[in-house]
C-alpha cells in the first residue's frame, strides 16, 4: 500500500509539476504576445511620427518655395521700376536741357531787339536771372520727381517683401 500511495504521489506530483508547467508555458506565452503587440504599436507610431515628419518638411519647402518666388518678382518690379526711373530722369535732363537752351535763345533775341541800349541791357539781365531761376528750378523739380518717383518704387518694393515675409511667417 506505501508503494501504492508512493506511485500515486509521483503521479500527483508530476500532473501538478505538468499544470504549473502548462501555466509558466501559457504565461510566457500570453507576455510574448503583449511584447509582440507593443513593438507593433511602437513601430506604427514611429511610421506615423515620420509621415507626419516629412509632411511638415514638405509644407515648410512649399512656404520657402513660394516666399522665395514673391521676394524674386518683388526684386524683379523693383529693377523694372529702377529702369523706368532712370529713362524717365533721362527724358527729363533732355527736356530740362533743352528748355534752357530756348530760354538762352529767347534771351539773346530779347536782348538783340531792344532797340535803347540801357533798356536792353537792364531787360536782358532781368531776363537771363529769370531764365537762370527758371532753369535752376525746372532742375530742381526734375530732380524731386526722380526721388519722389525712386522712393514710391522702393516703397512698393519693401511693401512686396512684408507680403512675402507674411507669408513666409504664416500671417
Not at 523693383?78 to 529767347?106: N, P, S, V
Not at 519693401?158 to 515675409?165: E, F, H, K, P, S
Request: neutral net charge; proline residues 0%; glycine residues 10%.
Amino acid at each position: 500500500m506505501i508503494a501504492r500511495i508512493k506511485a500515486y504521489g509521483w503521479q500527483s506530483l508530476a500532473l501538478v509539476l505538468s499544470g504549473l508547467l502548462l501555466w509558466q508555458t501559457l504565461r510566457l506565452a500570453g507576455a510574448e504576445v503583449a511584447a509582440a503587440k507593443a513593438q507593433q504599436a511602437l513601430a506604427t507610431n514611429t511610421a506615423t511620427q515620420a509621415q507626419q515628419g516629412q509632411a511638415e518638411t514638405t509644407k515648410k519647402a512649399g512656404a520657402l518655395l513660394l516666399h522665395a518666388g514673391a521676394q524674386q518678382e518683388n526684386t524683379h518690379a523693383y529693377t523694372q521700376d529702377l529702369h523706368r526711373l532712370e529713362a524717365t530722369r533721362a527724358a527729363d535732363a533732355g527736356r530740362i536741357a533743352g528748355l534752357q537752351h530756348d530760354m538762352r535763345a529767347a534771351a539773346t533775341r530779347n536782348a538783340q531787339l531792344a532797340g535803347d541800349a540801357a533798356a536792353a541791357r537792364d531787360l536782358a539781365d532781368q531776363h537771363q536771372q529769370l531764365a537762370a531761376l527758371v532753369a535752376e528750378g525746372a532742375g530742381v523739380v526734375g530732380e524731386f520727381v526722380g526721388l519722389v518717383e525712386q522712393r514710391d518704387s522702393e516703397v512698393r518694393a519693401l511693401q512686396g517683401q512684408v507680403a512675402a515675409d507674411g507669408v513666409l511667417a504664416g500671417r
